[in-house]
């Protein structure tokens, strides 16, 4: 586990939103699920949401990840506007760009461990070993074990190493701890921790638990589909620091 550490000066954006909308018609009114979202992910930082359910960050999410598209504004990545992508361009940003991580595992059950990996890595063009990427999440003892041989931790960080073999520019996890208890969402968070730092990956974690925020560099409250407040952290927390 990474101890805690003080924040550098502010890295260059990965990713940008801008005026962002999404809505969802639904008879004769219409659900503005984001207004207006203005938002950055920053090379190598681990940003929070923070919100409760049905205040739009697993939508906000969703879109920066090329799962749904917006209804106005843009998404800017390295220069290019996911807005305007193609179906088959955002698929090859989904496959080659970006890792998710979700709150059930989405692990195939036939698949061991090693094999849920390679699934990944077979089609990145530059990816971590299968074993590597177990290994850094702690598991190169239960590389050959199968699903239903695992707890729900381990089951999490098969699929984080699975998000993190193809070396994504952007980690995205959307409550990854909200199906596992105290103990073993904390050893989960430690996990993720260590891969942002490692790795460098660029992180975002979408939580309803606002202490895990103390863990980011950023942390983004979301109010009914807004940004209601955007903190930088001096500091950022010790897993075994944040209470449960």
């Known amino acids: 586990m990474s101890s805690e550490s003080k924040k550098q000066a ?4 990965v990713l940008t939103t801008r005026d962002l909308c999404k809505d969802y018609p639904m008879g004769e009114i219409t659900v503005h699920a984001l207004k207006n979202v203005n938002f950055e992910l920053r090379e190598g930082e681990m940003t929070v949401l ?6 739009g960050k697993s939508t906000l999410l969703n879109i920066i990840g090329g799962l749904d598209v917006a209804s106005s504004g843009s998404v800017i990545y390295q220069g290019r506007n996911l807005s305007e992508f193609s179906d088959r361009e955002l698929t090859e940003y989904r496959r080659y760009h970006v890792g998710f991580v979700f ?10 461990a090693r094999e849920n990996v390679a699934l990944v890595t077979d089609i990145a063009p530059n990816p971590m070993p299968p074993e590597e990427a177990l290994e850094l999440v702690g598991l190169s003892e239960r590389i050959d ?5 695992l707890s729900g931790g381990e089951q999490q960080r098969v699929a984080i190493a699975r998000a993190v073999a193809k070396r994504p520019s952007i980690l995205l996890c959307d409550e990854p701890t909200g199906a596992l208890d105290a103990e073993t969402g904390k050893l989960v968070l430690s996990v993720l921790d260590q891969v942002n730092h490692e790795t460098n990956t660029t992180t975002a974690i979408i939580t309803h638990n606002a ?8 942390v983004v409250r979301m109010r009914s589909g807004e940004i209601a407040e955007c903190i930088e952290n001096e500091f950022r927390a010790n897993v075994d620091d944040i209470e449960w």
């Open 103 to 112: 709150q059930f595992y989405n692990l195939i059950s036939s698949l061991t």
């Open 10 to 13: 502010p890295a260059k954006a």
């Open 50 to 55: 923070l919100g409760a359910s049905g205040s």
């Open 211 to 218: 202490s895990i925020g103390a863990l980011g560099d950023v």
């Open 145 to 149: 074990h199968f699903p239903s041989q």
